[in-house]
C-alpha cells in the first residue's frame, strides 16, 4: 500500500487528480474534495511529491473553478428549472442562503466553503440574486484559497508528526480532517441559527 501511495505522490496525474476531485465536489457532495487535499498534503510531507504548494494552488483553483460553475449555472438557470430544486428542504436551503447573502456577501461565502451542500446552495443562490460577478469571484477566491490553506494544513502537520509512515499519516490526518469538518460545520451552523439583536437585522453588510 505505501508502494502504492508513493507512485501516487509522484505520479504526474497525482495534481490533474486532485483537481477533478475538488472540481466534482462542487456539485457531488459525496465526492470527497475536503479529504483528497488534506491526503495529497500528508502524501507532500510524507514523500516530499506532489509539491505543498502546488497542493494548495491546484485545490484553490478547483475549489474556486467549481463555485463560479455553480454561480453561472444559479444566474443563468435559476432556482426553479429542475425537479430537485423545487423539493422543500431544497427551496428551504435556497432561502436560508438568500438570507445570508443580504445580509453579509463575504461572511456567507467564506463561512459557506466549508459546508459542503450549504456551498453548493450560497453559489446557486449567488448566482440567480445576480449578485455582482466581480465581487463574488474576489470573496470566492479568497474562500478558496482559505479553504484549500485549512485543509493541506491539517495533512502537513498530520505527516509531520507520524513521520516514516506515509500510510499512517494518510490515514489519520483523513480522520483528523473529518472530525475537524464535522465540529466547523456544528460550529458555523449553531452560529447561523443563532438570532441576531433586534438593532442588527437591518444592517447590510458586505
Known sequence: MEEMLAQLASSVWALPVLFLLVLGDAFLVIIPGETAVTAFAALSVAQGQPSLVGVVAVAAA?????????????????????AWMRRPRVVAAFGWARTRL????????????????????????????????PRYVLFAAGAAVVWALYQAFIGAVVAH????SPLLAVVVSIVVALLAGLLLDAV???????????????VVRD
Open 62 to 82: 478547483a475549489a474556486l473553478s467549481g463555485d463560479v460553475i455553480c454561480y453561472l449555472i444559479g444566474r443563468r438557470t435559476g432556482l426553479d428549472r429542475w
Open 102 to 133: 443580504d445580509r453579509s456577501t463575504a461572511a456567507v461565502l467564506f463561512s459557506a466553503r466549508f459546508i459542503p451542500f450549504g456551498r453548493l446552495a450560497v453559489n446557486l443562490t449567488a448566482g440567480a440574486s445576480r449578485v455582482p460577478a
Open 161 to 164: 508528526l507520524l513521520p516514516g
Open 188 to 202: 458555523l451552523a449553531r452560529r447561523w441559527r443563532r438570532p441576531r439583536p433586534p438593532a442588527e437585522r437591518d
